[in-house]
Nanobody, 130 residues
Framework: EVQLVESGGGLVQAGGSLRLSCAASGFTFDDYVIGWFRQAPGKEREGVSCISTRDGITYQADSVKGRFTISRDNAKNTAYLQMNSLKPEDTAVYYC???????????????????????WGQGTQVTVSS
């Protein structure tokens, strides 16, 4: 069973930083593309950042480019989202997602923009105060 568990969310002041973690189990981690998504109340789900299986290719949404960095440690079956220079508009529930590699959805930007991931975590709340 594919399991994804997010952690690291919380309350932070604008300009601060958080690092989200996504602990994965139940599958061969490095065969799966990993994505971070967020959803704020009343808004559509947004693909924040995604990372390829092994080659380190990443995608970041324009709204977070230069502030957020996705990474993964395949040896630890864990993905991360380092969030710096946080803004109130970053407030949302953040979800980790995973899907098996498919060449039709390469590069990571393509899958990230599509939002088509088979497995999702339960989310972690990030709240940024002004």
């Amino acid at each position: 069973e594919v399991q994804l568990v997010e952690s690291g969310g919380g309350l932070v002041q604008a300009g601060g930083s958080l690092r989200l973690s996504c602990a994965a189990s139940g599958f061969t981690f490095d065969d799966y593309v990993i994505g971070w998504f967020r959803q704020a109340p009343g808004k559509e789900r947004e693909g924040v950042s995604c990372i390829s299986t092994r080659d380190g290719i990443t995608y970041q949404a324009d709204s977070v480019k230069g502030r957020f960095t996705i990474s993964r440690d395949n040896a630890k079956n864990t993905a991360y989202l380092q969030m710096n220079s946080l803004k109130p508009e970053d407030t949302a529930v953040y979800y980790c997602a995973a899907d098996y590699y498919d060449k039709l959805f390469n590069p990571p930007s393509r899958r990230c923009k599509s939002g088509h991931f088979a497995s999702w975590g339960q989310g972690t709340q990030v709240t940024v105060s002004s």
